[in-house]
């Protein structure tokens, strides 16, 4: 499975940026298809998670701000991000939950840089 981020950038606070994940097989078929982000010198952590069967969660930090979405007849998966703050700065990746013993899957991650 590979997964493709693009849709990073610079932006200013207050701005907004959509991040999307060409994922290469039948995104339906996957457990879990999500954003998570890395700031430097802190933890890879969630942002946004969309399992196949349930709601989607979300970090404290982005509710209200943060949409994530799934197109199945596209096998995208989107970030829409409004209100950017300078703590959102971070690389972004997409995940690809596989469920079971199968292991998950990363795109190359994509820069969000919030400037204030």
């Known amino acids: 499975v590979q997964l493709q981020a693009s849709g990073g950038g610079l932006v200013q606070a207050g701005g907004s940026l959509t991040l999307s994940c060409a994922v290469s097989t039948a995104i339906s078929n996957i457990a879990a298809v999500g954003w998570y982000r890395q700031a430097p010198g802190r933890q890879r952590e969630l942002v946004a998670r969309?399992?196949?069967?349930?709601?989607?969660e979300y970090a404290n930090s982005v509710i209200g701000r943060f949409v994530c979405s799934r197109d199945n007849a596209q096998n995208t998966v989107r970030l829409q991000m409004n209100r950017l703050k300078p703590e959102d700065t971070a690389v972004y990746y997409c995940?690809?939950?596989?469920?079971?013993?199968?292991?998950?899957?990363w795109g190359q991650g994509t820069q969000v840089t919030v400037s204030s």
């Open positions: 995940n690809a939950e596989m469920g079971g013993w199968a292991p998950d899957y």
């Open positions: 969309s399992p196949t069967v349930g709601f989607i």
